[in-house]
């Protein structure tokens, strides 16, 4: 199994632009998220899916959105960048157990917005 | 949201046992307390969750006390390559909106 594979490693936006980050897990996991780090900061939820067609807001909204078409694909969407947006952004899936339930995490995005 | 607190950074020598405690005095009743291991440029791995009193694996075990408000990650016997930032995470895993990661200790192994 790959795991959570996200694209791209890297990338350059200028004020305005779109982009959106591609996150996709083969371990059929029901849960995906995606979370943002500023430097030397923890992980931030912005938003997360319970399942394909379901996604609710997490902690930190605001300028992006995603969709959840399929269970294996979660990703994100910068519709209008920001210097504020500049982060590294990782993806997590989950499958929820009775007795345990772990997120694993994606290698992560690193995104410069000047 | 329950909100933890941990110490921003720590040091230990190879071969120490290293406690990591975080604080969570909001904790809900449904919230369990899990445990992740960051190294640089990469993202976080599982190391350990628990719900009360002991837990233990290969890698670490989880102290909580009755009061569930804190936790403890032991490391046994750390090595250079245990140097990573370690973060407490709480949250019910039935809503993964509640998940809230505290700002993590900066662990730093030294020969």
């Known amino acids: 199994n790959a795991g959570v594979t996200q694209t791209p490693k890297f990338r350059i936006l200028k004020i305005g632009q779109s982009m959106t980050l591609q996150c996709t897990q083969d371990?059929?996991?029901?849960?995906m998220y995606w979370y943002r780090q500023d430097p030397g900061m923890g992980l931030k939820l912005i938003y997360y899916?319970?399942?394909?067609?379901?996604?609710d807001k997490g902690e930190v909204p605001n300028g992006y959105n995603v969709s959840r078409s399929t269970t294996e694909d979660f990703p994100l969407r910068l519709e209008l960048a920001a210097p504020s947006q500049t982060s590294v952004y990782f993806c997590?899936?989950?499958?929820?157990?009775?007795?345990?339930?772990?997120?694993?995490f994606g290698p992560g995005t690193r995104l410069t917005v000047l | 949201l329950a909100k933890t607190t941990q110490p921003i950074s720590m040091d230990s020598y190879e071969g120490q046992e290293v406690n990591i405690t975080c604080s969570h005095n909001?904790?809900?009743?449904?919230?369990?307390i899990t445990w992740y291991q960051q190294f640089p440029s990469q993202g976080p791995r599982f190391i350990i969750q628990?719900?009360?009193t002991k837990v233990t694996n290969e890698v670490a075990s989880l102290f909580i006390p009755a009061d569930r408000k804190s936790s403890t990650l032991s490391l046994p016997r750390v090595s250079l390559s245990d140097t990573a930032v370690y973060y407490c995470?709480?949250?019910?895993?039935?809503?993964?909106?509640?998940?809230?990661f505290g700002p993590g200790t900066r662990l730093s192994v030294l020969p």
């Open positions: 997590a899936s989950s499958y929820y157990v009775a007795e345990r339930d772990t997120q694993y």
């Open positions: 909001n904790i809900a009743t449904n919230d369990y």
């Open positions: 628990g719900y009360k």
């Open positions: 371990m059929n996991h029901n849960y």
């Open positions: 995470l709480v949250g019910d895993r039935n809503y993964g909106q509640n998940f809230v």
């Open positions: 899916s319970v399942g394909a067609g379901i996604t």
